[in-house]
């Protein structure tokens, strides 16, 4: 008999949706019903055992208030989030340094970002 392992996507998937759901106080029957699913499915993909179509996972970001980026946030060390007044942007560098960037009450377009790492004084 074969066993499906789940995708690290999948699953990284379904905890961003549960974490989002539970912070909203949705029941899964809730969220479920919203979606036209059963919440046996819903738990399917909370837990990453199954493949969530696109076009839920858009509703999900609707429904959760939240933009698709949301549940990819994390994955590959990228995280992007839109705060009510800034963007937070904060990935990790090739030399493994952590590096934020946020910006707040945007009123023009950032068109070049540039990391300059500081020079050892050593």
């Given amino acids: 008999m ?5 995708h690290y ?12 759901r539970e ?3 949705f029941k899964q029957k809730q969220l479920a019903e919203r979606l036209n699913i059963t919440s046996q499915q819903l738990s399917k ?3 990453g ?5 696109v076009s839920h996972l858009y509703s999900l970001a609707k429904i959760l208030a939240v933009t698709p980026n949301f549940f990819f946030d994390g994955i590959e060390g990228v995280s992007l989030a839109l705060e009510e007044d800034s963007i937070r942007l904060s990935w990790e560098s090739l030399k493994g ?11 023009g377009t950032v068109l070049d970002i ?9």
């Fill in 97 to 107: 340094e952590r590096i934020e960037l946020v910006m707040g009450q945007l009123q």
């Fill in 2 to 6: 074969f066993v499906k392992t789940p």
């Fill in 23 to 25: 912070a909203l106080n």
């Fill in 49 to 53: 055992l199954d493949r969530m179509p």
């Fill in 45 to 47: 993909y909370e837990l």
């Fill in 9 to 20: 996507i999948d699953i990284h998937i379904g905890k961003k949706i549960k974490e989002r």
């Fill in 114 to 122: 540039k990391v300059i790492p500081e020079e050892n004084n050593g």
